[in-house]
């Protein structure tokens, strides 16, 4: 089973910078997409970043210019540089990857647990 694992999430001060990291661990032969999302009480799951390939990134209008996505596929990582945070930017934030175990087999999206992020002073 492919889990995926997060970290550096926190509080932190309007202005800020923090940096989320996602580990997928498992029975992995490639991973396609990677990518974040967050949510809060008001708002669904909504896209911050995503990436197929170091030159295909797609960021949320409302992070664009602040958030940076980077991925290393040999680490099986993607991580998510917020800078500039905004109390806005509060939410908890899903990672996700689209995996598969095997050279046929097709790309199955798994998610992380969550991590919070909290933005203020």
């Known amino acids: 089973q492919v889990q995926l694992a997060e970290s550096g999430g926190g509080l932190v001060q309007p202005g800020g910078s923090l940096r989320l990291s996602c580990t997928a661990s498992g029975p992995i032969f490639s991973v396609n997409g990677m990518g974040w999302y967050r949510q809060t009480a008001e708002i669904q799951r909504e896209l911050v970043a995503t990436?197929?390939?170091?030159?295909?990134?797609i960021y949320g209008g409302s992070v664009s210019g602040r958030f940076t996505i980077s991925r290393d596929e040999a680490k099986h990582t993607v991580w998510l540089q917020m800078n500039n945070l905004k109390p806005e930017d509060t939410a908890v934030y899903y990672c996700?990857?689209?995996?598969?175990?095997?050279?046929?087999?097709?790309?199955?999206?798994?998610w992380g647990k969550g991590i919070s992020v909290t933005v203020s002073s």
């Open positions: 990436t197929t390939s170091e030159e295909n990134k």
């Open positions: 996700y990857s689209e995996v598969r175990d095997t050279r046929q087999a097709p790309y199955t999206r798994y």
